[in-house]
């Protein structure tokens, strides 16, 4: 926008370029790091399902009905080239029903939390959700504070549990960017 409002001048056009060369730097000083559920190490219960509106064309369900301590996990490792500064975990799932909406979710090792997929409500189509802190007991799914994770350089590993049965994830993001909201 900036090089519009000079242009017609040279100079001041480059000048122009040396911002947006900034502003770039700026942005990027935000990492994504992105992959598909499926790319992990996927041990039954938990399954990989075709689905064309998945991205990638599969995600990951736990198909273990009895849930909470069933068998089964998936495990996803992933490289940060920052840190430690917080990080915040995204997921794209489907969360279209409260018995199947939830996994248990450690990360590097440490003791697992619900992951609720329905922080922001029911619905049958796909959604981004981030891991938050947990809902006051006895409530399902509830908007509440996303979870930082102060991730140092490297690699990281998360890994799902069993805790509802039917529940999905299909893409997940790791970003340090406060503001995003998923996508
Ligand atoms: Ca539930
Ligand atoms: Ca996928």
């Given at each position: ?7 017609g ?16 730097i ?5 990492e ?8 992990g190490q ?5 399954a ?17 009905n ?14 940060l ?7 915040y975990?995204?997921a ?6 409260s ?7 450690s ?5 697992a ?6 922080v922001y ?14 809902c ?14 102060s991730?140092t ?12 049965g ?18």
């Amino acid at each position: 926008m900036i090089a519009t409002v000079l242009c017609g001048c040279g100079r001041v056009a480059f000048q122009s370029r040396a911002e947006d060369a900034n502003t770039t730097i700026d942005a990027s000083a935000y990492e994504y790091v992105s992959f598909e559920a499926e790319s992990g190490q996927v041990t039954p219960k938990f399954a990989v399902m075709p689905d064309p509106t998945a991205s990638g064309g599969e995600y990951v369900i736990d198909t273990d009905n009895a849930g909470l301590t069933g068998p089964g996990s998936l495990i996803n490792t992933f490289q940060l080239a920052v840190g430690p500064v917080p990080f915040y975990l995204w997921a794209r799932v489907i969360a279209d029903d409260s018995a199947s909406d939830s996994f248990m979710l450690s990360v590097d090792g440490a003791a697992a939390i619900p992951f609720r997929t329905c922080v922001y409500g029911l619905s049958p189509s796909w959604q981004w959700v981030p891991v938050t802190a947990d809902c006051p007991a006895g409530v399902d799914c509830c908007p509440t504070t996303n979870l930082g994770y102060s991730f140092t350089e490297g690699s990281h590993v998360l890994e799902l549990t069993s805790r509802e049965g039917g529940s999905i994830i299909d893409r997940i993001v790791v970003t340090n960017d406060p503001d995003y909201t998923g996508g």
